[in-house]
T-cell receptor, first 110, second 113 residues
Framework: SQQGEEDPQALSIQEGENATMNCSYK?????LQWYRQNSGRGLVHLIL?????REKHSGRLRVTLDTSKKSSSLLITASRAADTASYFC??????????FGTGTRLTIIP | DADVTQTPRNRITKTGKRIMLECSQT?????MYWYRQDPGLGLRLIYY???????NKGEISDGYSVSRQAQAKFSLSLESAIPNQTALYFC????????????FGPGTRLLVL
């Protein structure tokens, strides 16, 4: 399987705290994307970082990319109950197929 | 209205039956994808199509077939369903001219008895 790994598999934090999720992938990439999935529903795109970028911000999201380690991290600051979801990284190489990681299930405790 | 729709949303079938899952999109995207999701394994690509006449196998195509009847429609068939095809199935689209972001349908939950 070419799937990447995400760490941790599950994370529970108090509302207002920051949440950090990590992703490792296996091949060289054009870009890496993060998606959110609310329970049993379709995935929603959050942010994309290209292979020549090291950090990117979007609202309360911060993504970093280390191509030498084939890893990325997603930081959600000042978490809210609505952030409770599963988060997936997806790496893109070549003809733009996405290869998804196994996901991190995030629970925000009010 | 949703941009990417899937029918049915839930389906229960028996081993050996042929079933079809349908995906329609109003986004005008040229690329469409079918994924399955199993607990703990994330999403895995079954088939993808970059245009109406283009069909490509993904990571786990055995036991599945697809048809791209029009730019807006992409159907997934299970020729002879088996219990280990029980999963959540997602259709997705993307626009080759606008970047690599994919847009997902709401999913079809399939149970094969």
């Amino acid at each position: 399987s070419q799937q990447g790994e995400e760490d941790p598999q599950a994370l529970s934090i108090q509302e207002g705290e920051n949440a950090t999720m990590n992703c490792s992938y296996k091949t060289s990439i054009n870009n890496l994307q993060w998606y959110r999935q609310n329970s049993g529903r379709g995935l929603v795109h959050l942010i994309l970082i290209r292979s020549n970028e090291r950090e990117k911000h979007s609202g309360r999201l911060r993504v970093t990319l280390d191509t030498s380690k084939k890893s990325s991290s997603l930081l959600i600051t000042a978490s809210r109950a609505a952030d409770t979801a599963s988060y997936f990284c997806a790496s893109v190489f070549g003809n733009e197929k996405l290869t998804f990681g196994t996901g991190t299930r995030l629970t925000i405790i009010p | 209205d949703a941009d990417v729709t899937q029918t049915p949303r839930n389906r229960i079938t028996k081993t050996g039956k042929r079933i079809m899952l349908e995906c329609s999109q109003t986004k005008g995207h040229d690329r469409m994808y079918w994924y399955r999701q199993d607990p703990g394994l994330g999403l895995r690509l079954i088939y993808y199509s970059f245009d109406v006449k283009d069909i490509n196998k993904g990571e786990i195509s055995d036991g599945y077939s697809v048809s791209r009847q029009a730019q807006a429609k992409f159907s997934l068939s299970l020729e002879s369903a088996i219990p280990n095809q029980t999963a959540l199935y997602f259709c997705a689209t993307s626009d080759s001219l606008a970047g690599e972001t994919q847009y997902f349908g709401p999913g079809t939950r399939l149970l094969v008895l």
